[in-house]
């Protein structure tokens, strides 16, 4: 195993504001990189967070568009709205909201190599809006490593 | 984007021990919070890792208790225990206990900004037992940053 | 709450090459603490990333082999691949591939303390392959701490 060792010098600090318009997958790669670039980031890794409990972060294929459509399929499978939730006051998107963002998460990581996010070939990295109607969301964005 | 850089100079690690009493979910968020100000946490974030393979950890909604039983019900159709499983020798919960961890984790982490984590407002920090008996549990925290 | 803090002054990098025979759990754990050794790893933590949408990384039961049987077909039936997808043109066991590398992520972290990888007493480190074929999978494996 081949290991690159590097001094760590920097924790640097973001926030991603995202606007949502309702159930489904959005884009945030380029803001990530964006951040990456504007932090000097050189060898570390960016880590992400999602200050909520309904919209989640996802790595996905970014390739064929179906397959985002399919996972929301596959999510509303696993937490249909019409299932008898005790939860119901906020609406009947709300309980499987809460379903989807634990399945799926809010914490994660991504390797940054030589200044570049090492994202594999196909992936992107997704904003998960699981509630029907649009929602301002944050993320607060960090880069460990050398700067 | 508005970054913050600040000089990266500590690791922290601690251990939490947990007592759970059957299924459902434990807020630890108070216990975090008192261990980013006994480390002297400033800018960084802080790691939280779950030594078993039938509980995890969850963020998710600490206002209304009514979402965490719908959480665990939500598992339970995921993950029910008459299924015909293969591994059945330490009880009937024991295999779908593992697949709930399975999709829900046990690596996950917080941010910590100006010495406070970054957690959204309905958001709290949970151990959830996936077993139906108590048992110990121990999470490996860790902060990562400037102290 | 007792924490014993460190300096922090490393950042490794190295990837991992794992081949794949088809659909099933592999088990990484070695490769990790090999990779613990060899970076001179004190006190901090390894992050691991699957670069891929179709294989994921999963921390779970090391003991009974019964146990990974049963973590796939759970999956299966979460993700079933007659399911009417949208995303077909890659093979009936892509779409459920990606579904099932949503649900358990491509992201995580282990702490290291005492040079010693942090797992519970049960804990396997496994990549999951999630589709019919061989597949080459490559991971990034990162420590931060103290070497």
Do not use: C
């Not at 190599?113 to 960090?142: C, D, F, K, S």
Request: proline letters at 3%; glycine letters at 8%.
């Amino acid at each position: 195993m081949n290991i690159t060792a590097d001094r760590i010098d920097t924790i640097a600090t973001a926030r991603l504001a995202i606007e949502t318009d309702g159930e489904g997958f959005y884009e945030v790669t380029g803001e990530v990189q964006r951040f990456v670039r504007d932090a000097g980031a050189n060898n570390g890794l960016v880590l992400m967070y999602m200050r909520h409990t309904s919209a989640s972060l996802v790595i996905q294929e970014n390739a064929d568009h179906d397959v985002r459509t399919d996972l929301v399929t596959a999510l509303t499978r696993l937490a249909p709205a019409a299932a008898g939730w005790t939860h119901d006051v906020e609406g009947p998107d709300d309980m499987p909201a809460h379903i989807k963002t634990m399945l799926t998460g809010v914490s994660l990581h991504i390797p940054v190599v030589e200044a570049t996010l090492a994202l594999g070939t196909w992936q992107g990295i997704y904003v998960v809006e699981h509630r029907a109607r649009p929602h301002a969301r944050e993320i607060i964005l960090q880069f460990v490593g050398r700067a």
